[in-house]
């Protein structure tokens, strides 16, 4: 208990900046401002989306298809049917196949992500068919499956779902209560809903498209359980009829994204061939004997959902993508609209603050997630935990991020914001969603902070706090050092406050049971030490990136890191305050940098501002929105550019 009792008296001093080791960072203010010079968007677009920029191309050329322009005056079903009809239309072409899921997994997600910035419905119904589907016969199965499935999913002929979520189970996939037990007499296995909570709910292609659908039930053999396994099941025949024993109920109109057939699924006995289990970890033979490389039911269940990240790695680039769109929007309005007489309402120091700082955040998760995938691509099993908690972080702060940035740009334009023709309202609404599918957020970051803590409660590590003057505030060593700061003092809190608890259970054999509690009790602060964890990551990525540029490049991506590090530490300013590290007056400076930094990339018509968004690399008949060309046109002579 030695490090439980060095936890607690560590966690004592985090209220005062005396008695830690100082890191003294002196410099001038004044001397922070960045020049930026004359730098090409393209190399910018190019340089921080990092991979697969002629796939990239290739697909936004394709996107310019008519079927792809939006139409807000559909139906319902018109809509679905059009989705599916602009999915058809996109696997032809072949821009890459399920098996790139392992293969080649950058260019597999490079080619989904192209999707979200022609319709979101469409990017979803693809990522379930192409990712949660495909991906998971991909990662769980065998050649058999490979041989015989991928095929069919590569072309459309077997529309694809995924069969996690249940009525009463969301985050909770290891309680799944779907039932599948195998029947030795007939060589199958038999899938059942034991009741209407177990049924599988909000299943993406369910409600009118789907044919198979990979099914997570718990597995019985011979009476003996063996936790969550997947199933390939056949939901229709090749009339699109359902089968026997398959229920079907629609999930009806939803707040958006309703390009997405979702429906409710109930299995009455289904019996299923033996081949349907996904085997790659876990086997069954014809005489009913269950084998395993795997021993352990949970690190099973671990390897069966491990293929989430990739999911997760898309749900958060759609995300990066949307506030790149709406971010192009809002400024590019803001830097023509004029208000007041001739001012042009990016010239309020309002307008900016709502705006600029969301485009510093767009370049800081957009090199984040780059950097992710680079480390997911390697496939080497070390990094398997940093990819799970970077994943798990960087999906909830960018999902989030979004929520934030989409509503300013939609205040920012008033109410030329809220027509559905100017793009931001629909993301916006097709997008809310993404905070709580593919893991909810406060779920997610949860996943961050427990890792961080499994760590501290191991190796107790002392926070080293950061003695900086008011002027030196704004330098890049100053902000990185203030943001870690936060990072480590938060996580040795809360592990002192387990410590403790584990100290108060004595010998009970409760420690373990009384440092869940703790954390528990704490899940508001646990949550803030896994936003503090992704935005420190997030300012070090962007800023290495800065320095690792082609040198063009890097006093605008230093610009970027600046502002978006000295934004967090605005947030968080009363965490420095409360603990000593900082004081009033450099609140007061934070403030000043934060505004000489809008005000730079504002300058001149928005100049700056406008080449940053220039550099999202997005074409005009992917931007559409009316009022980021010429707002006075708008429902008279406007056309597309």
Request: glycine residues 8%; hydrophobic residues 40%; proline residues 4%.
């Amino acid at each position: 208990m030695a490090h439980v009792q060095r936890i607690e008296t560590l966690s004592r001093h985090l209220t005062t900046a005396v008695g830690v080791d100082m890191v003294s960072v002196a410099d001038d203010l004044a001397d922070n401002t960045v020049q930026v010079g004359q730098f090409n968007p393209r190399e910018l677009y190019e340089y921080t989306v990092g991979d697969n920029i002629e796939l990239r191309d290739r697909i936004f050329e394709f996107l310019k298809d008519d079927i792809f322009k939006p139409n807000h005056y559909l139906s319902l079903m018109e809509f679905r049917q059009l989705t599916l009809e602009r999915l058809q239309k996109f696997v032809v072409q072949q821009f890459f196949v399920t098996k790139d899921y392992l293969d080649d997994p950058r260019k597999f997600q490079a080619g989904l992500a192209a999707l979200a910035f022609a319709d979101y419905s469409l990017c979803i119904k693809a990522g379930v068919h192409f990712t949660l589907c495909g991906g998971t016969i991909a990662k769980l199965g065998t050649e058999k499956h490979h041989t015989k499935l991928l095929p069919l999913l590569d072309d459309l002929t077997l529309p694809g779902c995924f069969g996690m979520t249940e009525l009463g189970h969301g985050s909770n996939v290891m309680g799944i209560q779907t039932q599948a037990v195998y029947d030795k007499a007939s060589d199958s296995f038999i899938i059942n809903t034991p009741d209407d909570t177990a049924s599988k709910f909000w299943i993406g292609g369910a409600a009118q498209h789907g044919k198979i659908c990979t099914v997570f039930a718990q597995l019985t053999v011979d009476g003996k359980w063996q936790g969550p396994h997947v199933f390939v099941v056949r939901l229709r025949d090749n009339n699109s009829q359902l089968t026997p024993g398959v229920k079907i109920l629609d999930n009806g109109p939803k707040m958006g994204l309703n390009g997405v057939d979702n429906g409710q699924i109930w299995f009455d006995h289904v019996k299923v061939p033996r081949d349907a289990l996904l085997d790659k970890y876990a086997s069954v033979s014809a005489e009913g004997v269950y084998t395993s490389s795997i021993e352990s039911v949970s690190q099973r269940f671990g390897m069966t959902v491990g293929g989430l990240t990739t999911g997760r790695l898309l749900i958060a680039q759609g995300a990066v993508d949307a506030c790149k769109v709406g971010t192009s929007i809002a400024i590019r309005y803001s830097c023509k609209r004029p208000q007041f007489g001739e001012k042009m309402i990016m010239e309020y120091i309002t307008q900016q603050r709502r705006l600029l700082p969301g485009l510093a955040t767009t370049y800081a998760m957009q090199v984040s997630m780059a950097r992710l995938r680079d480390l997911a691509a390697r496939g080497d099993p070390k990094d398997g935990k940093a990819i799970h908690v970077l994943s798990s972080g960087l999906k909830a702060a960018a999902t989030w991020s979004r929520v934030e940035i989409l509503q300013s740009c939609r205040e920012c334009c008033g109410g030329q914001g809220f027509l559905a023709a100017n793009k931001i309202g629909p993301m916006k609404t097709d997008m809310d969603v993404d905070v709580t599918f593919e893991g909810d957020n406060t779920v997610m970051m949860q996943q961050v902070s427990k890792a961080l803590l499994d760590t501290f409660m191991k190796r107790p590590k002392k926070p080293q706090a950061v003695s900086v003057a008011p002027g030196a505030v704004a330098a890049p060593e100053a902000i990185g050092q203030l943001l870690q700061y936060r990072e480590d003092s938060q996580t040795a809190q809360l592990g002192g406050s387990m410590a403790r608890a584990m100290k108060g259970a004595g010998p009970s054999g409760r420690a373990m049971t009384a440092a869940n509690e703790a954390f528990e009790a704490d899940l508001d602060e646990v949550v803030a030490l896994g936003w503090a964890h992704v935005e420190a990551h997030a300012y070090r990525t962007l800023l290495q990136q800065a320095q690792e540029a082609p040198p063009s490049l890097r006093a605008p991506l230093q610009l970027l890191s600046s502002l978006y590090g000295l934004t967090r530490l605005e947030r968080s300013m009363a965490h420095y305050l409360a603990s000593g590290v900082l004081q009033g007056s450099h609140a007061t400076a934070v403030r000043a940098q934060i505004n000489r930094l809008c005000g730079q990339l504002s300058a001149n018509s928005g100049k700056l501002a406008l080449q940053l968004c220039e550099g999202f690399g997005i074409p005009d008949h992917l931007l559409q929105a009316p009022i980021a060309f010429d707002w006075q046109q708008i429902g008279t002579s406007w056309k597309h550019v």
